[in-house]
């Protein structure tokens, strides 16, 4: 249908010690023109390696972010910012790690506009409260990120029409993470990739 993007998480990686399916991912990429930014379960540098090598365009790093900014950064200086992106996972406001199972006391908003600060241009949101429900993102959420972080902001969670997509834009983010609405047939594939 002419999609450029595919967004894929290794949810078995993000609860493990490490990738999981990268292997799956790496077919697809093999196979398609696809770029594809992977996150869940890189937590090591050769998870990181293993992911460019297999042809993966953008690593999604998100608990690492948290628990080892040190290395986190490493990465961005080392990958560059273009490939390197922030997974910043929330649930009531609060970052959210180790898919979704652990909880932290960082507020997203300032935690996103802190590694902005320090170079991350890249940034995937997913409000928890809204992933799944088709009841509409976050948009105050993502509102009040872009007043404080001027980042590539996708966002995901909750989206269910092409009036989201719409409202997203409004405020400035730079694309939506579409999943269960297409999975339930709430958006048509054809008509969401004319707007690619």
């Known amino acids: 249908l002419g999609f450029p993007h595919l967004h894929i998480v290794d949810l078995d990686g993000a609860k493990a010690k490490g990738l999981v ?5 790496e ?9 594809i930014d992977l996150g869940g379960g890189i937590k090591s540098e050769k998870d990181i390696e293993n992911v460019f090598n297999a042809g993966i365009n953008q690593a999604v790093i998100g608990s690492l972010a948290v ?3 040190a290395l986190f950064f490493t990465w961005l ?3 560059g910012s273009n490939k390197i992106v922030l997974g910043a996972d929330a649930k009531g406001g ?4 180790q898919g979704w199972t652990e909880d932290t006391n960082i507020e997203v908003v300032d935690f996103i506009s802190d590694y902005f600060q320090k170079g991350v241009k890249h940034v995937i949101c997913t409000d928890i409260d809204k992933d799944g429900m088709l009841q509409g993102p976050s948009l105050e959420l993502y509102s009040e ?3 404080k ?3 590539d902001l996708v966002a995901s969670g909750g989206i269910h029409s092409m009036d989201d997509l719409d409202e997203l834009e409004k405020i400035g983010c730079s694309a939506a993470i579409v999943g269960k609405a297409i999975y339930e047939g709430a958006i048509d594939l054809e008509k969401l990739a004319e707007r690619c």
């Open 145 to 147: 990120i872009m007043l």
């Open 77 to 79: 200086d080392q990958y």
């Open 21 to 25: 399916n990268l292997n799956v991912v």
């Open 67 to 69: 628990n080892n900014p």
């Open 94 to 97: 609060k970052v959210k790690t």
């Open 149 to 151: 972080a001027e980042v």
């Open 27 to 35: 077919r697809i990429a093999s196979r398609t023109d696809l770029k």
